[in-house]
């Protein structure tokens, strides 16, 4: 299983980014996926899930409303379009899958918010 994120950079409050993470290594359409978030000195939380068809999408309650969490099963790719962002956004962005038990990361993109 390999994730790579990317499309993290730094961004005025307000502004907006597009995070991709590029799945391979595993039968991407099957199984769900997540984009988590880690600021420096908190733990990792969990920002967004959509479900294996994007039937359902679940959002931290600090991001509904402005953030964006889709997929591409033909490209193995789950995005995080991030619209409004807020300083405390601030934090290295991690896409995440789970099969029997095991978690699997990717190495993360760190987004910036900061004038």
């Known amino acids: 299983v390999q994730l790579v994120e990317s499309g993290g950079g730094l961004v005025q409050p307000g502004g907006s980014l597009r995070l991709s993470c590029a799945a391979s290594?595993?039968?991407?359409?099957?199984?769900?996926m997540r984009w988590y978030r880690q600021a420096p000195g908190l733990e990792r939380e969990l920002v967004a899930h959509?479900?294996?068809?994007?039937?359902?999408?679940n959002y931290a309650d600090s991001v509904k409303g402005r953030f964006t969490i889709s997929r591409d099963n033909a490209k193995n790719t789950v995005y995080l379009q991030m619209n409004s962002l807020k300083p405390e956004d601030t934090a290295v962005y991690y896409c995440?899958?789970?099969?029997?038990?095991?978690?699997?990361w990717g190495q993360g993109t760190q987004v910036t918010v900061s004038s």
């Open positions: 995440n899958t789970w099969d029997s038990g095991l978690l699997y």
């Open positions: 290594g595993f039968t991407f359409s099957r199984y769900g």
């Open positions: 959509i479900s294996s068809s994007s039937g359902t999408t």
